[in-house]
């Protein structure tokens, strides 16, 4: 009966008195499982939105706050999520901007009964203009951190291509040619 006790308890911390001494405790039944970090992300790329994947996957939005604050592998996850959820906003808006969405018009006699129906082509983008607007400075700055020196439409090979350049142009006005 101990030793079945003893297996439900984990390490921990208990912090008192601005200090921290080792304590076991009963594991979580209601906190973050793989599950949950997986559904919380998913909802997270979909809608980026946090309070919407936190209530999705179960969890506070508190929760989810303070795990982005003290784990950085949540963190970088969250913001992969982001930027997959972003490029999915870029995505809508161009589809939205080339093409519209159709919303259908129904107008009503006096006693209910449809008299007539009208297709109408419209772009309603103002959510998404806000999120895009809300995330579009932070991913930019995410994808130019990114950027992999070396690769050929890097702002780095530019600059050494330029520089090779102006060698070639120096040594051939030194040259006469």
């Known amino acids: 009966m101990a030793g079945e006790a003893e297996r439900e308890l984990v390490a921990g911390r208990q912090h008192r008195d601005g200090g921290a001494r080792g304590q076991k405790r009963k594991v979580r039944e209601d906190g973050w499982t793989v599950e949950k970090v997986q559904a919380f992300f998913a909802a997270l790329a979909d809608s980026c939105n946090a309070s919407e994947a936190a209530r999705e996957a ?50 009503l006699d006096g006693e209910g009964a449809v008299k007539a129906r009208k297709v109408k082509r419209v772009r309603n983008l103002a959510v998404a203009l806000r999120l895009f607007a809300l995330h579009r400075d932070r991913m930019e700055k ?15 090979a530019i600059a050494r291509v330029e520089a090779v350049l102006g060698e070639i142009g120096w040594r051939r006005e030194m040259a006469g040619v």
């Open 142 to 156: 995410r994808r130019a951190a990114r950027e992999v020196v070396g690769r050929p439409d890097s702002a780095d």
């Open 58 to 107: 179960g969890v506070c939005r508190a929760s989810a706050y303070r795990r982005r604050k003290l784990d950085t592998g949540f963190a970088e996850a969250w913001d992969d999520a982001l930027e997959e959820g972003y490029g999915e906003i870029e995505l809508m808006l161009m589809r939205e901007a080339l093409h519209g969405s159709e919303v259908e018009e129904v107008v």
